[in-house]
């Protein structure tokens, strides 16, 4: 009523479609007129927002000032919100990322812990009356008390729906709580659901006991999309130290904003900022050999990624460690099985020297050797930085070949009770609210360990969902799918793939081609999350493929099944539903070499020495070295769908 914005408040009117009183702050821009913004200086990104933001009682632009940064903390102080955020003034925008280029400052303490059980209240809160919470030390949840306040009913109700369908048996946290001389869980403990730890939430805190508990704990809201495996105690850090995080060379003027919702951290040289709290990840993230460099830059036309195959481009996903120089060795040095230490995990590995994959004519026309079960995990290993954003919050289907390439695989969508218990999963309940199909304990991949032990258990081929976490039945991709027929040559899939380029650069489409590492090519259209659902992306690219393909009647076949197809390619537009998935970026296909199914650039449709499985397990990550990761942009590149 008077004004104060209010994390916990939000949350609870986002879920009301009759909510008033909401107003949006709009204090960046990101993409204008057919163009990305990412690499434009803030000043000059919020100079375009105000000059095309029009005024309205529910659209405000969200001003700053310039320096001042200690009068403007107090200023924040007196009004109650919940800090502010001091951003430098020449810093580009760089999404998934927390940069010392923007440093939260907090007013009111507060820190995030991930929920490991919940135990019943009394009254009208009997159904739940706190949540029992942790944070990470390494990789193991330390146990860090409860937060019994700050619910409403409709908080409540929502946060038991979200938490029933990971109970289980055992505390996740280590050590366990303590018990009573019964054996029971005992005081603040009686009558807990303990469950598995997945969910995030922020909560303000009064300060931490010498034994790692937390005080006065009153709840704000769901973290959604952190990862669980993140959120450690948080401690104060001083500016130069984000100064020394940020990406620019050189020092500059900042601007303060009144952010009272949770935001990416920033960077302010103003001595009262310095003693205030932010988060200190006690993870490494060391760099990895592989380190991608994909660019976030628009392309000049609208389906082009770099004119150059080898042109190299600045990274705009997520930063993933991949192993070190020390933890690749110890995979070479171990015997036919062992245990490998790598990001703080322990992974027991079986059958290294076992072969997966047999080796095929190499450039001078020599066999090449057959690929082993170590090889593959070392690639998964390294390649992790560049495949892991584009498979994070989606669930994975695998495909699996114990017996090698050569035999026969099978799916597996649930992980299997001997996984280590460290692998993050999510569990389906239901497709687009279907019941004609069993639910299933998916993989999450969050690190280069998840990765490893994908290769470990030889399911290496890797499909992710086109839907992300936690609307996972929301597609974030249409996808272009040229499946070759028998008869279908490599020439005339590239003449497919080159009428498509032609029709997306007509519609003003940025698409993004990859082959598939066996016979075809696709196309994945990053598109608006949410605003469309799988009927319309279907009906999308049914549209463009039949305006394709009627231009080359004599190469496609509308047929279903392949017998009737009389060896002709089909355009599959039936790949875009919330059921099927498309072979995920960089992941291995079951062939002789171990190829991979790898982003091109438009222009390298014309490269004579283009092949579908031209590159390999072995001939990737140096490639990946040279031109970075072109499927990058299509994290961040989310698009409308014009009509067809």
Do not use: C
């Amino acid at each position: 009523d008077d004004g104060r914005p209010d994390f916990s408040l939000l949350q609870t009117k986002l879920g009301d479609k009759e909510a008033t009183g909401l107003v949006y702050q709009a204090f960046d821009l990101l993409y204008l007129d057919g163009r990305s913004l990412l690499d434009v200086p803030l000043e000059d990104r919020k100079r375009l927002l105000k000059s095309v933001l029009k005024d309205h009682p529910r659209v405000r632009f969200a001003s700053h000032v310039v320096g001042d940064g200690t009068a403007f903390f107090e200023a924040a102080s007196k009004l109650g919100v919940e800090g502010m955020v001091a951003k430098l003034r020449r810093s580009r925008y760089e999404p998934g990322r927390r940069t010392g280029a923007w440093l939260k400052i907090k007013i009111r303490p507060e820190q995030e812990f991930v929920v490991g059980g919940w135990t019943p209240g009394s009254g009208n809160a009997r159904d739940l009356g706190a949540l029992a919470i942790g944070v990470y030390e390494g990789d193991k949840l330390r146990f860090a008390g409860k937060v019994g306040s700050g619910f409403t009913g409709a908080i409540r109700a929502d946060l038991l729906k979200r938490l029933k369908p990971l109970v289980q048996d055992d505390p996740p946290f280590d050590p366990a709580p303590p018990k009573d001389y019964r054996g029971r869980w005992g005081g603040d403990l009686k009558d807990i659901t303990w469950v598995r730890p997945e969910i995030v939430i922020r909560a303000e805190i009064g300060g931490w006991t010498r034994d790692g508990q937390v005080r006065q704990t009153a709840y704000k809201g769901i973290e959604a999309g952190r990862d669980p495996m993140t959120v450690v105690k948080e401690t104060a850090v001083a500016t130069n130290t984000a100064v020394r995080d940020a990406e620019a060379a050189e020092p500059a003027p900042v601007e303060e904003e009144s952010m009272p919702q949770k935001t990416k951290p920033s960077k302010s040289k103003d001595p009262k900022a310095s003693t205030q709290a932010t988060k200190s990840s006690t993870r490494a993230t060391n760099a990895s050999t592989q380190a991608t460099k994909a660019s976030t830059r628009a392309p000049k036309s609208s389906t082009r990624a770099p004119k150059s195959s080898t042109q190299a481009t600045k990274s705009s996903t997520p930063e993933f460690a991949g192993p070190t120089e020390a933890e690749l060795a110890e995979l070479d040095a171990l015997g036919k099985e062992g245990v490998w230490h790598i990001g703080g995990r322990e992974l027991k590995l079986t059958n290294l020297d076992k072969t997966l994959f047999e080796g095929r004519p190499g450039p001078d026309g020599e066999q090449e050797p057959p690929v082993t079960k170590r090889e593959l995990i070392r690639y998964f290993a390294t390649i992790a930085p560049t495949m892991l954003p584009h498979l994070v919050d989606r669930p994975l289907n695998l495909q699996r070949f114990p017996n090698g390439a050569g035999a026969p695989g099978f799916w597996q969508k649930d992980i299997p009770e001997t996984a280590p218990k460290w692998l993050k999963r999510w569990h389906e309940t239901g497709v687009d609210g279907r019941e004609d199909r069993d639910a299933n304990d998916h993989l999450l991949a969050v690190d280069a360990a998840s990765l490893a032990w994908l290769g470990n258990q030889a399911s290496f081929e890797v499909h992710a969902w086109t839907g992300k976490l936690p609307e996972p039945w929301q597609p974030t991709f249409a996808y272009i799918d040229i499946d070759p027929g028998e008869k279908t040559t490599w020439d005339e899939t590239l003449t497919l793939a080159r009428l498509y380029r032609a029709a997306l650069e007509h519609l003003g489409v940025r698409g993004y081609p990859k082959t598939t590492g066996k016979r075809g090519i696709q196309v994945w259209i990053p598109i608006v999350h949410g605003k469309y659902d799988f009927t319309e992306t279907s009906q999308w690219v049914e549209r463009v493929s039949r305006a394709v393909g009627s231009t080359v009647p004599n190469l496609i076949s509308w047929e279903w099944a392949k017998a009737a197809r009389k060896g002709r390619a089909r355009l599959d537009y039936t790949q875009n539903a919330s059921i099927k998935t498309l072979v995920a970026p960089y992941s291995v296909r079951p062939a002789p070499g171990a190829p991979v199914s790898t982003p091109i650039a438009w222009d390298e449709l014309d490269d004579p020495d283009l092949r579908p499985d031209r590159w390999t397990i072995r001939t990737l990550p140096a490639r990946v070295a040279k031109v970075g990761d072109l499927f990058a942009p299509a994290q961040t590149d989310a698009q409308e769908l014009p009509p067809v």
